[in-house]
């Protein structure tokens, strides 16, 4: 079955620590991005990729970071400068030459320790 | 600075009621607008609206968009618990490398049998 897989489900980050969340997806998209939701605030865009090795800070991109090595990967980084990191990551793709319409993964919930 | 503004935030009604939820938007170079479900972790797409004037429907579901006015509204006719969930408008913006999605807060709307 194609899709977007986000790993894991949750994940507990200390003071100071770099942590990684996962999103792969085999349906063949060239587009990723990825949000974050906190209640009450709908989703924010961190960052996002229309191609292999090149993206663009989306609106708090502040305290993370991306690489986009493969076409399937776009793993984000969340580093001990994000002083807030406690929330719902959601990563998306889109079809090739119709970005408009996002598929979604299941999501990361992220908590601090 | 674009906006996506939903109204009403929360909203609570009985099987069998009609629900109109609003979104009202303030962008620079608007492409799209776009409907989405969320119930549990992932948004499933509902709607895209491009055009004016021109209903969208899927079952119970319609909606329409007002570019000259800057909004769209969602209808659920006959709600079941079912469609209780976040309902998400978001716009599509810019193009090319550029296009991404802005998220308005949404809408949780909770249906009682």
């Known amino acids: 079955d194609g899709g977007i897989t986000q790993s894991p489900k949750y994940l507990f980050r200390k003071e100071g620590q770099n942590v990684t969340l996962s999103c792969e997806q085999n349906l063949n998209h060239d587009a990723m991005y990825w949000y974050r939701q906190d209640p009450g605030q709908g989703l924010r865009l961190i960052y996002y990729s229309q191609i292999v090795n090149d993206f663009q800070k989306g609106d708090i991109a502040e305290g993370y970071s991306v690489s986009r090595e493969k076409k399937e990967s776009f793993p984000l980084t969340v580093t001990s400068a994000q002083k807030n990191p406690t929330a719902f990551y959601l990563c998306?793709?889109?079809?090739?030459?119709?970005?408009?319409?996002?598929?979604f993964g299941s999501g990361t919930q992220l908590s601090v320790l | 600075e674009d906006k996506v503004v939903q109204s009403p935030l929360s909203l609570v009604v009985h099987e069998g009621d009609t629900v109109t939820l609003n979104c009202s938007y303030e962008v620079t170079n608007f492409r799209s607008l776009l409907w989405y479900k969320q119930e549990k972790k992932a948004p499933t797409f509902l709607f895209m609206l491009?055009?004016?004037?021109i209903e969208k429907k899927s079952g119970r579901l319609s909606s329409i968009l007002d570019k000259k006015e800057l909004f769209s509204i969602l209808n659920i006719t006959a709600t079941q618990t079912g469609d209780s969930a976040v309902y998400l408008c978001?716009?599509?913006?810019?193009?090319?490398?550029?296009?991404?999605?802005?998220f308005g807060k949404g809408t949780l709307l909770t249906v009682n049998p």
């Open positions: 998306a793709s889109s079809i090739p030459g119709s970005n408009e319409k996002l598929f």
């Open positions: 978001a716009v599509g913006l810019g193009g090319g490398s550029n296009y991404k999605l802005t």
């Open positions: 491009t055009s004016s004037g």
